[in-house]
């Protein structure tokens, strides 16, 4: 796209605002909430664990492989702690890596927070497998403190 | 382009934890950061985890963005990683490994994302130009992007404006559009010197 140059006859013109206008409709507006609430972080001390596993990605790039069908697993990753999760048959079992005892807060965008506690290596469970979507925050006897994003199972 | 002096405010309004100037600079850029992922045909659901993490590192970073005008750059390349973070979690045990070929997108360069970055500040621009154009003039341009067009006689009912009117009106308004400061550093130079920024290489 070259500069709006006094060179673009009038009908470019057009099309050009046609393009803006129509790039901003195209953007879900819980897209745009979702964007305006992540503000929201400023004011927490937690750092974001980003999703670095799927198991439903990874079902989707190893189609043929039917082992790894069975159970749904991720893994959220922040700079000092990994968060590994699967879901089994009616609860969500996760561990904390490095290994140790933490406080795990589940957070349903709408619902009351649980919070539970992951044992001495790093266990924890939560029954039952929550609904929607919801996100898990997790504070370590050490004092870190780490956030998932959004997670929908 | 990248020295846009009502970003550089934004940011430091921002630093200061003004919620109005974050939920500016969303409504401008949310478009970029939809249509990189849309470049990488990211579901809906990666779309927003990506989002996520885009947004969370600004409001983490914002701080230390070395150049607040920058921003829009920052923005188009952070979520060009994070899509490619996406792609990644196929593989649990490889986090570094770039995705298998068979799941990489067509264009998903860095030449490409630099287009749809030029193309997000323009249409920024072009959004704020048309925001504060005369009433009567927002009317009828947006009447005649609809997709698809109207009919003269449709937008001339519509609007009770004559038919013959609409051509002489666009032009108008069309220029008053040109006219913007928003569009200004979209413009060459006023006295020829006519300098098109390449931007295909």
Redesign the interface.
Known sequence: ???????LT?DE??E?????????A??PPD??A???D??A??NIDAE?A?????SR??E???ATRTEAASIRAL?F?SGRLTIELEVAQDSLVGQIVPAQPAMVSVLPRAGDEIVITADEIGCFSVEPIPHGQFRLRCQTSAGVETMT??I?L | MRDDPSVIALVERVCDGDQDAWDEIVERYSPLVWAICARFQLSRTDTDDVAQGVWVMLVENIRNLRQPAALPGWLATTTRNECLRILRTARRYDPDGLPAEDLMPPDTSERAIEEDLIEAELNVALRAAFAELPEACHKLLSMLIQDPPPSYAEVSSSLGMRVGSIGPTRARCLAHLRRSPHLAVFLPERAGAIEVKETGR
Not at chain 1, 16 to 24: E, I, N
């Open positions: 796209m070259s500069a709006v140059s006094s060179g009038d013109l057009l050009a605002l046609q393009r803006a206008v129509s790039a901003r195209a953007v897209f745009v979702a964007a305006r992540a503000f972080w400023h974001l980003r999703l670095t596993y799927d990605n990874a989707h790039a190893l893994t990753t994003g959004w929908t």
